[in-house]
């Protein structure tokens, strides 16, 4: 380890390593990519990206387990999710395996930036692509440009769990038919004014409902939810405007097979919410962070779990993934890619 954090201290934000990978995309093609040390790109002033935001992004982390291995969960599906993504967006797919291979390249140039086990630290990882070339008139670009780069982020619960207070939101997130299900830029463009909104009014997140009816839960600005019933069966949202959590889906397989819970991915309506035992917010951020409340327009909706813990089935999904991770727990197969 020649990097030295304060790793228990270190907070969500860019933190500049070495080394990034780049590929680009040009008469059809992708180029063979390399590691590069420069961190700036320079790219036209009229590209896509800048003029009709024409980019897409994954996130996934790296860290060290307990037998002191340097991994990273499931990035076949990051790659996979990119691929949508980018089809969605008139972008070309780059390669699973190539994206695979990039992820890996950057972390194994990187690895004195892994936090230690134990640390609750790790290396977050944000592959993204973008339309490098000028576009004026609308219309998909001709060049991409496919990055990764590593930054480390410090542990998601520092100084213990707080659980989360959300806001019903009156702005929409995702139209039916839309982009919600992608993980685009767009999205989170048009977050911001709402999650500003939310913060100002005192409120940590915004819960989002499906635009066409707003009856329904959709998702976070950023979390997919996960919601456990009185009796401890595991629900989540379905809906083809919410973004494909890895860690929701992980967790749905965790509470089935590890925990032998029951579990349901359907349709939830607000009028259900003062129905559950537990709520979370899942993603490769914190995997859960638990909610504790729900204010819906002057009515508090107030989990039995309470603002102080994580409920008791969110507790022990949290521990059984993040065991799984961190090789406590034996994984499913291909769940775990070893770098080094
Ligand atoms: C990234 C993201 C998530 C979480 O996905 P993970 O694969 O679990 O990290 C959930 N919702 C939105 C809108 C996202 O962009």
């Known amino acids: 380890m020649s990097v030295n954090f304060d790793w228990a201290n270190l907070g969500f934000g860019y933190v500049k390593t070495e080394w990034r990978y780049v590929s680009n995309y040009k008469n059809s093609t992708w180029d063979e990519g390399c590691l590069t040390k420069d961190d700036m790109i320079t790219i036209s002033e009229c590209a896509g990206v800048l003029q009709y935001a024409q980019t ?26 990119m691929i949508d993504s980018a089809k969605r967006l008139e972008m070309p797919a780059f390669p699973k395996e190539r994206f695979i291979d990039a992820v890996v390249k950057t972390v194994e140039a990187n690895a004195d930036y892994v936090p230690p086990y134990g640390s609750g630290a790790t290396l977050y990882l944000r592959p993204y692509m973008f339309g490098s070339d000028p576009v004026i008139g609308v219309k ?37 038919h839309g982009t919600g299900h992608i993980k685009a830029g767009l999205n989170y463009a048009m977050s911001l004014h709402a999650i500003v909104t939310a913060h100002h009014n005192g409120f940590d997140e915004n819960m989002y409902l499906d635009s066409a009816t707003r009856t329904k839960v959709e998702e976070t600005g950023g979390a997919n939810f996960i919601f456990v019933t009185k009796d401890n069966k595991v629900v989540t949202p379905k809906s083809d405007s919410i973004l494909p959590s890895i860690t929701r889906r992980s967790l749905l397989y965790v509470a089935k097979e590890y925990l ?48 102080t813990a994580m409920g008791e089935v969110t507790k022990k999904l949290y521990d059984t993934l993040t065991g799984i991770q961190m090789g406590r727990i034996p994984a499913p197969e291909g769940w775990i890619k070893v770098i080094k």
């Open 56 to 81: 897409v992004f994954e996130g996934l982390k790296a860290y060290t387990t307990e037998d002191g291995h340097i991994v990273v969960f499931r990035p076949d599906l990051n790659a996979d999710r």
């Open 140 to 176: 998909p670009a001709n060049e991409y440009q496919f990055r990764v780069f590593a930054t480390p982020v410090g542990p998601y619960f520092k100084g213990g769990v707080k659980p989360l207070t959300l806001n019903v939101c009156d702005f929409d997130r995702a139209a039916p």
């Open 260 to 307: 032998g819970l029951e579990t349901e991915e359907r349709e939830v309506y607000k009028e259900e919410l003062c129905d559950f035992a537990e709520c979370g917010l899942c993603g490769t951020a914190a995997v859960i962070s638990p909610v504790g409340k729900i204010y819906d327009h002057g009515k508090e909706i107030c989990l039995p779990s309470g603002m």
